[in-house]
């Protein structure tokens, strides 16, 4: 649980820095409630077991407290579906609560986790959610600037990146996705 390093967390609060905190993988909900309004997370480092405070079948999902909470503060989740697979979160990527909390509009990312203990990479990442849910470049494009929007660099960079590297790359992987194969 974060608040095991609360004197670290608060350390990292008062100098203003940027915090990433592992919680919602192992240790579920307290552990996201603790990373939050205890340890000051402005990122989670898995943050699945949100889906633990997510009521209702598809299309009348009702938000918990904690899950309203999350979404509404734009608290990113890093999402890491092979990592989740390998340690028991979820049977499979097609079982992973990523799509519902994409539908749900949290700002999820999708990240690696440990490249070499899950062998995988964001490549193989993509690769497997576009199968598993039928994403496309519209979606990976929303990860993306998802991914920007969260990082801990000044707002103007973010911006800069988003506006002049991402949408403009994904806006010509998109136009060369229209034309077909090349033959």
Request: glycine fraction near 8%; charged fraction near 20%; hydrophobic fraction near 40%.
């Amino acid at each position: 649980p974060p608040t095991r390093h609360l004197d670290a967390f608060q350390y990292v609060m008062r100098e203003n820095f940027h915090a990433t905190i592992h919680a919602g993988e192992a240790f579920g909900l307290p552990s996201i409630w603790e990373a939050v309004q205890w340890c000051g997370a402005q990122r989670l480092g898995h943050g699945v077991r949100i889906v633990d405070d997510i009521t209702g079948e598809r299309g009348s999902e009702h938000l918990g407290r904690l899950a309203a909470y999350i979404r509404d503060t734009r608290t990113p989740l890093e999402l890491c579906p092979t990592s989740n697979v390998n340690t028991g979160v979820c049977d499979s990527v097609a079982d992973h609560p990523i799509g519902m909390l994409r539908r749900l509009r949290f700002r999820v990312t999708v990240n690696t986790d440990n490249r070499l203990m899950s062998a995988t990479s964001m490549s193989t990442e993509f690769t497997q959610l576009a199968r598993a849910f039928g994403w496309g470049l519209d979606d990976f494009e929303w990860l993306t600037i998802n991914a920007m929007k969260s990082a801990f660099a000044p707002f103007p960079e973010r911006l800069r990146i988003i506006d002049g590297v991402i949408k403009p790359r994904y806006a010509l992987l998109k136009a060369e996705h229209s034309m077909g194969p090349v033959r």
